[in-house]
């Protein structure tokens, strides 16, 4: 699985690594994902959702039940 946000959409850039001698080769950005279990009282059980840490910051102001709306209106299986 990629690295991406099921939140925010966030997936990795891509960009240069730039050498003392400043020789350029490729590299990736990955945004910080972490997998975090949440309760869905709607739904009487647990989610577990792969979010980036600004997802999870966004997940404790607006609440858990509309996040997973957020995330299914995206198209997001959970």
């Known amino acids: ?3 991406h946000c099921m939140l925010t959409g966030a997936r990795p850039g891509f960009g240069n690594r730039v050498s003392h001698s400043h020789r350029r080769t490729s ?4 945004p910080n994902i972490q ?8 739904e009487g ?3 577990r959702l792969r979010l980036g840490t600004k ?3 966004t997940v404790d102001a607006i609440g858990v039940e509309a ?10 299986r959970i």
């Open 1 to 3: 699985m990629s690295a």
């Open 27 to 30: 590299r990736r950005f990955d």
């Open 35 to 42: 997998t975090k279990r949440y309760w869905l009282p709607s």
């Open 45 to 47: 059980r647990h989610v």
């Open 55 to 57: 997802a999870i910051r």
């Open 67 to 76: 996040a997973v709306a957020r995330i299914r209106a995206r198209g997001v």
